[in-house]
């Protein structure tokens, strides 16, 4: 069974939404603290938001704030990232992860393309 698993990318224009999630899995979601995490072609994997257990504490890396949103359904068990006012540069393969545990979802791809 895998631990974290991702969807909702695809392709979208510059200035499209996305809303990726992550369903958990064999392990009690509610307790850990969550990141998403995103890797372009090329270039190291970086830290997007993280949010802890109960959603108190929520950070962005600083080019996606204010576009995305970071939020969790502790009853559902899933991770939530709402991409806004999408940008080419926002191009990647988006990962959920579970840092405590060291797990990470299979991935992603979000495309920002015209």
């Known amino acids: 069974q895998v631990p974290l698993v991702e969807s909702g990318g695809g392709l979208v224009q510059p200035g499209g939404s996305l809303n990726l999630s992550c369903v958990a899995s064999?392990?009690?979601?509610?307790?850990?603290?969550m990141k998403w995490f995103r890797q372009a072609p090329g270039k190291e994997r970086q830290m997007v938001a993280t949010i802890n257990s109960d959603s108190t504490s929520i950070s962005y890396r600083e080019s996606v704030q204010g576009r995305f949103t970071i939020s969790r359904d502790n009853l559902e068990n899933t991770l939530y990232l709402q991409m806004n006012s999408l940008k080419p540069e926002d191009t990647a393969v988006y990962y959920c992860?579970?840092?405590?545990?060291?797990?990470w979802g299979q991935g992603t791809q979000v495309t920002v393309s015209s």
């Open positions: 064999g392990f009690s979601f509610k307790t850990y603290w």
């Open positions: 992860h579970a840092p405590t545990l060291n797990y």
